[in-house]
């Protein structure tokens, strides 16, 4: 496995990713007592923008340290700029949160989390990351296999599924945990991060899901047309029995995120299926 988060935290998809999720992480929590939280692909926890991979791509820049310049940015975005405060102690600072930090921060007493990732430096970074929050776990495990057996025990389940999409199967992968999950627990809230390069691709997605659920929200991003489908032009969040404040945080999102970070013809959708 070669990806590295590092490369691309904070970039314009974090940034969408990141608000939808603790815009959804919220609302669970408002309609439920206990939460079991499992993210299956969890990266490191945390990030240092200054170290040599995020400085050689350059996401970061024209993702987080835009969004923190900002002046009109709208308030689904509060949590994740309060996270990032946070981390930095208060001042101006190049640390980013991974989703396992910004949703561990967030857990109630009553709340579980269960990180999985399968490279052992990035697990080690992540128990480090972890290690201050009692209900949060890190684990050195394949998530998709986890989700599939952790789902339905120890509270209402929500599983965030965000793939590095290396290998071709990663979509198969999706659909099949999707139905494991849906099998043992109905109610389980899900949010899958996808890229958007071709329209094909995404698209025979969707239709692979409609096949496991009639009901998914769906909030997509286009950072500009999708013209070269080499490069990520956007990124979409697919949604699994979403609570309706859900809907309103993806627009709010993915519209500042459109307008403000993306190319002309950049735009922000969401909508159910
Ligand atoms: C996109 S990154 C995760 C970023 C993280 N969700 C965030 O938002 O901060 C994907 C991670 O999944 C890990 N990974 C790849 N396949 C995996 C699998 N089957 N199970 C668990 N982790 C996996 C990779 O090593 C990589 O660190």
Redesign the pocket.
């Known amino acids: ?1 070669n ?3 590092a490369f ?2 904070g970039n314009f998809a ?1 940034l969408h ?2 608000a939808i999720v603790l815009a959804k992480l919220s609302a669970l929590q408002k309609d439920s007592d206990a939460l079991s939280v499992i ?7 945390g990030y240092d923008l200054s170290g040599e991979m995020a400085r050689r791509s350059g996401e970061a820049q024209a993702g987080i340290f835009r969004l923190k310049a900002a002046t009109d940015a709208p308030a689904v975005f509060a949590p994740l700029l309060k996270a990032v405060a946070d981390m930095n102690g208060g001042k101006p600072g190049d640390l980013y949160p ?3 930090l910004l949703m561990a921060r967030a857990l109630r007493k009553t709340d579980r989390y269960a990180g ?4 052992p430096d ?1 697990v080690q970074i992540l128990r480090q990351t972890l290690a201050p929050y009692a209900n949060a776990q890190a684990l050195e ?4 296999a986890t989700a599939g057996e952790r789902a339905g025990k120890g509270g209402r389940t929500f599983v ?1 599924i ?3 999409f ?1 290998r071709p199967d990663d979509y198969r992968q999706i659909a099949a945990t999707t139905r494991a999950v849906l099998t043992r627990a109905p109610d389980a809230a899900m949010a899958i ?1 996808l890229p958007i390069k071709d329209l094909e691709t995404f698209d025979s997605f969707l239709r692979s899901m409609e096949t496991v659920t009639k009901k998914l929200l769906i909030a997509e991003l286009r950072l500009r047309p999708l013209i070269d489908p080499m490069k990520m032009n956007g990124c979409a969040m697919v949604m699994i029995n979403a609570p309706s404040p859900v809907e309103a945080a993806a627009i709010e999102a993915g519209d500042w995120i459109a307008s403000r970070l993306g190319e002309k013809g950049g735009r922000s959708r969401v909508w159910n299926v």
Request: proline letters at 9%; hydrophobic letters at 25%; aromatic letters at 8%.
């Open positions: 496995m990806y590295r988060h691309h935290a974090d990713k990141h993210d299956t692909h969890a990266g490191a926890g991974g989703s396992p999985c990732e399968l490279r990035d495990a394949d998530g998709y965030v965000d793939p590095p290396e991060w």
